[in-house]
């Protein structure tokens, strides 16, 4: 049977969680390291009016975990880390699977795992998902954070410069599910900030409140090896440090030298590989 987890099973089911991510061959994707942030990251998500929470189980164990970010508006759902199952990880993942095709049909479902959790990759491709990225993922202790000087006129994302943030962020990506427009709709689930030269968004970072991911960072071309993409990673890094998060979390594509160099710099160390899928719920 599966369903939603209330606040009296959030531990178990974080400690859950926990455990079976620490374990290469059943880790997710997108998805905290540390067991108070995956807390922390389980409980919003209970408390947030569309995402959903689920286990698989007998009525007495837990079979499997599974996180949803849930965008109705835009037909779009994304797990905050892929499925969870320490055994029949191929049944529990059927289940899940089958509550999501009648749950949200016609929805575009994206999920992402290491290239070692071989049980889910084959899955998603028995599944017909189809590889959308294979990045690498960088993550950064806040116990090896060291702090460095301010530059830049950096500010939280306000009404007032909604519109420059959204041309400069689409320019940088225009195929990406997280156009400006959709991350103005979604401020409950990201954290993001702009720096500014007079009036003007000349870069931005959006970060996930709810699993410490860096999801997107730009400078204007005309302003970059200003020193702004680093100071903008670290305003990130201060802010989820100051709100509790043991770590913050980043995925660049394989060959972006330039990005691993920039993150790396700032203590970020490489820790493993991400595949991320995508298919849309027939």
Known sequence: MIKGVDISDLERVAKYAYQLNLDPQHKCKAFPTDYNDILRQFENMINHPNDELLILTDD???????????????????????????????????EFYAYLKDSYKGYRFDAAYPEENEQAINFMESIGAELLDLDYELRLSKNEYKSIA???????????????????????????????????????????????EGDEVVGSIVTSKFSNEIYLMEVAEDKQNLGYGTALINKSIKHASNNGADELMVMVGKNNSVAIHLYEKLGFKKTDTCLTYSMKLG
């Open 60 to 94: 007495i164990n837990i079979l499997g975990v599974l996180a949803l970010l849930v965008e109705p508006e835009d037909m779009y759902l994304e797990a905050i880390g892929g499925v969870f199952a320490e055994n029949n990880y191929e049944a529990v993942a059927k």
């Open 150 to 196: 301010e530059i830049g006129n950096i500010i939280v994302l306000n009404e007032k410069h909604y519109e420059s943030f959204i041309e400069i962020h689409n320019k940088f990506y225009p195929n990406v599910y997280w156009t400006g427009e959709r991350l103005l709709e979604a401020l409950d689930k990201f954290d993001i900030f702009i720096i500014l």
